[in-house]
């Protein structure tokens, strides 16, 4: 991509009434752009990231035997009765009437995918099912004060399962958790996976998947030697606790951000929604629920919370909006070849051919944080100027060694 060509570039002109790091590092990096509170706009940048995102999430929830599909975002009212939340998710579903009739905007879909599966699904023979779409979930946060990590309209992959024992249910709850561990894993963040309350979900205790950071919105406790940790709202222990699982760990507390929500339901929402199979013997039972959520523009902000130096964002390789940031000082002839090169080897580069200062095109390339910079300059001569974003050293390379790098990061 010729920067040049770009639309989304760096900017200083920005809502200046954003506190957090996340919205500051991406708005003025050229990743999103701010339409009200809580609404943001996924330039391409920022789109590319989310995309990538996207692909580690669908590759590693497609192992497990999940199918993808897309359900609406406008909901009858009637659907929502049923189970009660028209009335008690009020607070944070968006609620509008048109000619007599009243809607929700999608702020979950439990309710949806139930309605969806109870009309094709009868037999125990029908189940597990597991279905999972990407779509933009909805919800009335009082204050977004957080940027991109707290919209009040934000993309979620949202994954449901249904079976027909708590047994099944919870063999497939922990292939998730694995799942969610390897996405995360991929995608660069550390995460802890905490016990939480189920929130307007359910009764029982769900996992939510929390990235340590001083502006997460959280509170955790966690183990410094084991995997124990638990939210705050819910939690039996204090710091400085020996730890209760593994008897010998210190428990410490930290700030985070919920990057993922994962909620064995059980029955509660089935039996209230008349959602039952018939068993071999042939008499009626309820199926069984669990839900399983990631914010990839909620992951799009932590990653810029925890990859930043005073330059700009650092982006992990496996996300990265581009693998290459090529710039050009004076010389678009040579680096116009080189560009073309980096196209046929199937490198996704951004070429950075404007006609501007070095000092310009060099802060642009370490405030968008693409992995790896090349320089071509009079200086430089038949070689390429070779940088990590991570890291301070230069190199001077040719092309083949460059190529044989791009590919081994
Ligand atoms: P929070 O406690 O932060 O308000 P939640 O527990 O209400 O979030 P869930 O219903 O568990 O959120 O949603 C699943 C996932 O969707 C979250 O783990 C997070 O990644 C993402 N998410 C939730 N709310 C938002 C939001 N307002 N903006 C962006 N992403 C969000
Ligand atoms: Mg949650």
């Known amino acids: 991509m010729r920067y040049s060509k770009l639309f989304g570039k760096t900017t200083r002109d920005f809502p200046k009434d954003e506190v957090s790091t996340n919205a500051k590092l991406l708005l003025k990096a050229g990743f999103i752009d701010k339409l009200m509170a809580g609404s943001f706009t996924l330039l391409p940048l920022g789109f590319r990231v989310v995309e990538n995102i996207k692909q580690i999430v669908r590759e590693e929830i497609d192992a497990t035997g999940a199918n993808e ?49 109870r009309k094709r699904a009868q037999s125990f023979k029908d189940f597990p099912i597991k279905v999972y779409h990407f779509s933009t ?72 998947f929390q990235v340590l950071s ?3 919105e959280d509170t955790i406790y966690y183990c410094d030697s084991c995997d124990f940790a638990q939210n705050d709202e819910i939690a039996k222990v204090k710091e400085g606790d020996v730890c209760p699982k593994c008897k010998k760990g210190k428990i410490d507390t930290s700030k985070s951000i919920e990057v993922g929500n994962i909620f064995p339901l059980g029955t509660m929402y089935s039996e209230k929604m008349g959602f039952y199979f018939t068993d071999q013997g042939g008499s009626k039972k309820p199926v069984v629920l669990a839900s399983y959520g990631i914010g990839p523009t909620r992951v799009l902000g932590t990653l810029a919370e925890v990859y930043n130096d005073e330059k700009g964002i650092i982006w992990p390789e496996s996300v990265a909006p581009y693998k290459v940031h090529l710039v050009s000082i004076g010389e678009n002839g040579k680096a116009d070849k080189i560009y073309e090169r980096l196209l046929t080897e199937d490198i996704e580069a951004l070429y950075d051919d404007r006609e501007v200062g070095a000092g310009e095109k060099l802060n642009d390339a370490d405030l968008i944080g693409i992995p790896i910079r090349l320089v071509i300059s009079a200086k430089t001569g038949d070689k390429i100027e070779w940088k990590l974003r991570k890291e301070k050293n230069t190199e001077l390379l040719d092309i083949e060694e460059v190529i044989k790098r791009i590919k081994k990061v």
């Open 214 to 216: 001083p502006v997460g």
């Open 137 to 208: 979930k909805f919800r009335y946060e009082a204050r977004p004060k957080s940027g991109i990590l707290r919209g009040r309209e934000f993309l979620m992959k949202d994954l449901y399962s249904a079976h027909v024992s708590f047994e099944d249910m919870d063999k497939y709850y922990w292939e998730v958790v694995d799942a969610y561990l390897r996405i995360f894993k991929r995608i660069g963040l550390e995460v802890k996976v905490v016990e939480a309350s189920g929130g307007v979900f359910t009764k029982a205790h769900s996992h939510e």
């Open 69 to 117: 599909l897309l359900m609406p975002l406008l909901h009858p009212k009637e659907i929502w009765n049923e189970t009660g939340r028209w009335d008690s998710a009020k607070e944070i579903m968006y609620q509008l009437e048109k000619d007599k009739k009243e809607f929700g905007l999608s702020f979950t879909h439990e309710e949806i995918v139930m309605d969806l599966i």
